[in-house]
């Protein structure tokens, strides 16, 4: 008996045995928020270091499916890291999510949470990183301290 559940521990452990161990590689709602307080904190602590560490994509603002990035209040994305080149093409307020029936235009959306609330969330669609397929996307949304960025993460539910 004892053998039968030394077995069944290490195959739950690492993951062999589905449900638990599954749901470690999903991000959700609690860490999005604690991520972007993090990347805030740092922001305000040290710029530099905040806008290289959210960028770099093994860095600790990436974890599970989801990642932290930066935008000023114009539009502008600062810092990605996964899609660098967005941190190149101005404002992003011409662009809109991938939902084919009913776009939202969230970057708009995104600096509007910023401005209004100082933060909130944001539904929308979105591929998930390494894909090409819109699915549904909620971001936290959060305005650093009293300057013109805001911080975003989000979850795939």
């Keep these: 008996m004892k053998k ?17 161990a599954l749901a470690e590689e999903y991000a959700n ?17 040290d710029m ?11 860095g600790k603002f990436v974890w599970k499916d ?4 930066l935008m000023d209040l114009e539009g502008n994305m600062l810092a990605h ?3 660098p080149q967005l941190t190149t093409k101005g404002s992003l307020f011409y662009v ?3 939902n084919k ?10 600096v509007d949470i910023a401005k ?29 301290g009293y300057t013109d960025l805001l911080v975003g993460a989000g979850f795939y539910p």
């Design 4 to 20: 039968l559940m030394l077995i069944f521990n290490v195959l739950l452990f690492t993951g062999l045995l589905g449900g638990a």
């Design 81 to 83: 890291p996964f899609v």
């Design 116 to 144: 209004k609330n100082g933060e909130g969330w944001i539904s929308y669609m979105w591929p998930k990183p390494n894909s090409r397929d819109a699915v549904d996307k909620f971001t936290y949304i959060r305005r650093v």
């Design 101 to 110: 029936d009913n776009p939202k235009m969230i970057f708009v959306e995104f």
């Design 48 to 58: 530099g270091a905040g806008v290289r560490e959210i960028s770099n994509p093994e």
């Design 96 to 98: 809109a999510d991938k």
């Design 66 to 69: 989801s990642y932290v990035f």
């Design 29 to 45: 709602r609690a860490e999005c928020v604690e991520m972007a307080k993090a990347a805030e904190a740092l922001l305000l602590e």
